[in-house]
């Protein structure tokens, strides 16, 4: 079913364009991009971006290579998108009987959407489907199902010619906020799901991880609520710190807090905490927090509400930037967890306009220009001259801070290894590094920005640096 015509639903409206913000659409409905963990955004390889909303059990598509014209495309609530390799999008969403069932449908990248497929099976109430996709095309679907007595996450497994038997992976009392990733790089096929239990303040967040296409799980819980999981891993280079997924969430103080663990497995079955630090990237009062995927090894972008406003951040080791903020008091934001663009954030957000809700689209680049130095009794760690650069650049590492006489390692936008670089002498008390532009290959790269990182003492120091090559 399509149409173009809107009688009190989304209201098309030329793109506006106001401090980098773009209102899309306006609809009568609060919850037309409503549950947080269900990805209402996706962008694809050609760089078109899609919005996905819901009102009086029709699901629409906003599309910004159509000047972000609407489309009605399917019957149903509560969609929620993931995108292929392959360009093909999949959508999970429920119907709109009174015992609501999880539906599911794919567009191929030239084609239309397929009938609904129903996933679930009648009698209880199903709600709130999330979907990822790995490198096999397989379709990781999770969503809770209800019962007078609990509430249950089940998860199912779309191949591309048969679909699992359904797994019931948990089941207790007040269950929220579910969500799945599978990699972003296609790389492996692990699943990664998360959820809260419990009710008020008192609850815990839950990650479980699967390898073997969910023959086995494994996990582990912290006090929190509110999370949200993602995971970037590039083949090369495979270890501890690159392939690792990110878990965020809030504390019971509502501190926006960040886990970090690696993608394998002890020889006891115990999921290996390899960073457990309590890392605020925010501090008190937020009100919800979105992730988006992890550039490894360079950082992550982040979106989160609080006092107000919507914020759009980045955080990088120890850094954390602010790169945008939006006041009037945004709703329903939502995040593009994406395998494409990775130096770009794509978000979506909603605001009361007195008689209605406008629809936002906010797009900006991710990544800080430059990194603060990090520094050593006054003296930094890592130099870089001349920065920008057009042929030629040196870098100087204190050897103070070094314990041995390590390699530099210059990554590209997307957190592949461009070049490895070994040190050539010293001066004054530092190492010394020169960089041609040239990739391992002996390739010139393009201009753009590069990524220094610096291992030293067993991997126990990391000194990183952004470059621009001009």
């Not at 937020?286 to 989160?304: A, H, M, R, S």
Request: with cysteine; charged share 20%; aromatic share 14%.
């Amino acid at each position: 079913m399509k149409s173009h015509l809107v009688l009190l639903a989304i209201i098309i409206l030329p793109c506006i364009n106001l401090k980098g913000q773009t209102l899309i659409g306006t609809t009568q409905y609060e919850t037309s991009l409503a549950n947080r963990t269900q990805r209402k955004i996706i962008r694809d390889a050609n760089d078109n971006v899609y919005v996905f909303a819901s009102m009086t059990n029709s699901i629409w598509i906003g599309q910004s290579n159509y000047d972000w014209g609407w489309e009605e495309i399917l019957i149903g609530n509560n969609p929620s998108a993931a995108i292929g390799h392959d360009n093909t999008m999949h959508l999970v969403f429920e119907s709109t009987d009174d015992t609501s069932q999880i539906m599911y449908s794919l567009k191929p990248d030239t084609g239309v959407w397929s009938t609904p497929l129903a996933l679930s099976t009648g009698g209880n109430i199903n709600i709130l489907p999330v979907a990822d996709v790995d490198s096999a095309s397989v379709v990781h679907v999770v969503w809770l199902e209800q019962d007078v007595y609990h509430d249950r996450i089940n998860y199912i497994k779309i191949y591309p010619d048969s679909i699992s038997q359904i797994q019931n992976l948990y089941s207790d009392n007040a269950v929220s906020d579910v969500s799945v990733a599978t990699n972003l790089q296609y790389f492996d096929n692990t699943v990664y799901i998360t959820y809260a239990v419990g009710e008020g303040i008192d609850k815990d967040v839950y990650f479980i991880c699967s390898s073997d296409y969910g023959n086995t799980w494994q996990g582990f819980n912290y006090s929190g609520t509110l999370p949200c999981i993602s995971i970037g891993l590039y083949p090369e280079p495979v270890n501890y710190e690159y392939s690792q997924p990110k878990l965020f969430f809030l504390d019971n103080e509502k501190n926006a807090v960040v886990k970090t663990y690696c993608d394998t497995f002890s020889t006891s079955s115990e999921y290996i905490e390899v960073d457990n630090y309590s890392d605020y990237i925010i501090e008190g009062q937020v009100t919800d927090i979105f992730i988006d995927n992890v550039i490894p090894p360079l950082g992550f972008g982040f979106i989160y509400l609080k006092d107000g406003y919507l914020i759009q951040g980045f955080t990088e080791g120890s850094y954390h930037f602010i790169m945008d903020t939006i006041s009037d008091n945004p709703i329903n934001p939502g995040i593009a967890y994406k395998q494409f663009c990775y130096n770009k954030i794509d978000y979506v957000w909603m605001e009361d306009n007195g008689t209605g809700y406008d629809i936002y689209y906010g797009n900006s680049d991710k990544i800080p220009t430059a990194l603060p130095p990090e520094k050593t009794n006054n003296t930094e760690y890592l130099r870089a001259y001349p920065n920008p650069f057009s042929a030629q650049i040196t870098f100087y590492l204190n050897r103070n801070w070094c314990d041995d006489e390590p390699d530099l390692s210059i990554y590209n936008i997307e957190g592949k290894k461009v070049a490895l670089l070994k040190a050539e002498g010293t001066s004054n008390g530092f190492y010394t590094y020169k960089w041609n532009s040239n990739d391992i290959r002996g390739d010139t790269l393009p201009a753009g920005q590069y990524f220094v990182h610096v291992r030293t003492g067993n991997n126990k120091k990391i000194s990183r640096m952004i470059i621009l090559l001009k």
